[in-house]
């Protein structure tokens, strides 16, 4: 299996490098061990699955009982073995929407780090749904088309427009496999109306934003149910992909539907923990194609761990660049939710460049570093979305929008102060009448009422929305502040905007700032 071959910098460590990765899904645990025998090439040495399904009582109770739990530590002891006797250089865990969901979900990361001293990363379904995407690029040559990625696990159903460079729109549905079990527990999975029923559940299905414009170039669907799937169908294998037409798809979901959970096994060869999961599973990934108009599934057989040990090779590899994946990851993100609400990205993005130029600028005058950079950056391309709820208040929507969303790169803490700022990129100065502002630490206080004000005179420097402006530079000529502008056009409106949302960045730095 290949690599992307773009890599410039030799790395700091010898081959062969072996990795592993651990995915903790709802319906069970997966690992992959792989061995990098240079930059371009890896393969696959060892794997496994436990059927574990700690998500069977996570979407009924709330909670994962306690005997899912030990026996989810035991699988990734066995693992942890596997992993020791390979001479695995280093080992990732990520965790999915169950032990997301699950209320008692430090219970289990403590246990895990007691009894074997390995730590969990609970990841959202964001980042399930990049990681699944770096395996996909690293398989798929998807050339400047856009894909429908599909992963379907036991809690959730990632949807995502997609192409070679990233992911540009997403949705994460809380309709997984397992789920759909827990939700219609009473039936039989063999019953006629667990059928209808899931029918009738899925009917509100849909693809990401602007996804159902156009059609995609195809789909590529991820996860353990769609390569039995391709099995069951005889599905056409090219390069190491199958290809399910949806015709077989169907076909293949009228004989499961017929089926209980015994002859499934018995007729299909089915592990007892697939049985009953594989119908809903066929039925979304039919439900999707139909949406997307189109007739065929490939299947490239790579899901979250392929994507984790990718990942993870890249971390290691090239270190010095993590700073840079991680601010291009951010700002996919970004771009991605604006997107689904149909923001102005050329504004977005000019108000970007302009508030981290200024930024740049301007650190010792407002006591900020560089590590916070990234959090002024989310914030401008992220100002505006709330026109799409209404131009009237659009920054308090904007907030709102934003402190709802899940952005990759952002923790919550993150996540709030990046609302805050948008909430005060326009109007009334922060103060302590504001539950906004007084909901954060006096710290991340200290950060906000900067970098609004930062993000205030951005805004007003492309008040118009068409970028006139091409760069700027800030001189310090004793008692101001002087920005000095190169052009297109009249900035007469620029200018009048700049005047006014000035005035809370010249009292933080205690000079004027002007237009030269």
Request: charged share 25%.
């Amino acid at each position: 299996m290949r690599i992307n071959e773009d890599r410039k910098k030799t790395p700091s460590f010898q081959f062969p490098l072996k990795l592993a990765g651990i995915d903790v899904g709802s319906n069970a645990i997966r690992f992959l061990i792989a061995e990098f025998d240079s930059i371009g090439n890896y393969h696959k040495i060892n794997s496994g699955r436990e059927p574990v399904r700690l998500g069977h009582d996570v979407f009924v109770t709330g909670r994962m009982r306690e005997s899912a739990i030990a026996s989810a530590i035991e699988a990734i002891k066995k693992f942890k073995l596997c992993c020791e006797q390979q001479d695995v250089h280093a080992l990732r865990i990520v965790a999915t929407s169950a032990v997301r969901e699950a209320d008692n979900s430090e219970v289990f990361c403590e246990q895990l780090k007691s009894e074997t001293g390995l730590d969990v990363e609970i990841i959202s379904g964001g980042e399930e749904a990049r990681l699944v995407h770096t395996a996909i690029k690293n398989k798929v040559l998807m050339g400047r088309s856009r894909w429908i990625s599909v992963d379907v696990g036991g809690g959730s159903v990632e949807i995502s427009l997609v192409d070679s460079e990233g992911i540009l729109l997403s949705e994460s549905h809380p309709i997984g496999t397992v789920r759909l079990l827990e939700e219609f527990a009473e039936i039989g999975s063999g019953d006629g109306r667990f059928k209808r029923l899931i029918t009738e559940y899925i009917a509100n299905l849909k693809l990401p934003g602007t996804a159902q414009r156009y059609k995609p170039a195809g789909i590529i669907a991820t996860g353990g149910n769609i390569e039995v799937l391709a099995k069951i169908t005889n599905s056409k294998n090219n390069d190491g992909m199958g290809t399910i037409s949806l015709t077989s798809l169907r076909s293949a979901i009228e004989t499961i539907g017929g089926l209980s959970y015994k002859q499934r096994m018995e007729q299909l060869g089915l592990k007892p923990d697939r049985a009953d999961v594989i119908l809903p599973a066929a039925m979304v990934y039919e439900k999707i194609s139909s949406l997307s108009g189109v007739d065929e599934i490939l299947v490239p057989f790579v899901g979250i761990r392929d994507g984790i040990i990718i990942d993870l090779f890249d971390t290691i590899a090239f270190p010095e660049n993590s700073i840079i994946r991680q601010a291009n990851q951010l700002n996919s993100s970004c771009l991605t939710l604006g997107r689904k609400f149909f923001f102005d990205e050329p504004h977005a993005l000019q108000v970007q460049f302009l508030s981290l130029s200024i930024f740049d600028q301007i650190q010792e005058y407002i006591g900020l570093d560089s590590t916070h950079r990234h959090i002024l950056s989310a914030a401008s391309l992220l100002h505006d979305i709330g026109y799409f709820i209404s131009d009237k208040r659009h920054h308090k929507h904007s907030y709102y929008i934003v402190i709802n969303s899940e952005i990759l790169g952002l923790d919550y803490k993150d996540l709030q102060l990046v609302a805050s700022i948008i909430r005060f990129h326009r109007k009334s100065e922060p103060s302590v009448r504001n539950s906004e502002f007084t909901a954060l630490s006096e710290e991340d206080q200290f950060k906000m009422v900067r970098f609004a004000g930062i993000l205030r005179l951005a805004d007003s420097l492309d008040t118009e929305h068409i970028q006139r402006v091409k760069t700027l530079k800030i001189e310090d000529v004793g008692d101001k502040l002087k920005l000095n502008i190169e052009a297109s056009g009249d900035l007469m409106l620029e200018k009048w905007s700049f005047t006014k949302k000035s005035q809370m960045l010249s009292k933080i730095i205690e000079k004027p700032i002007v237009i030269g």
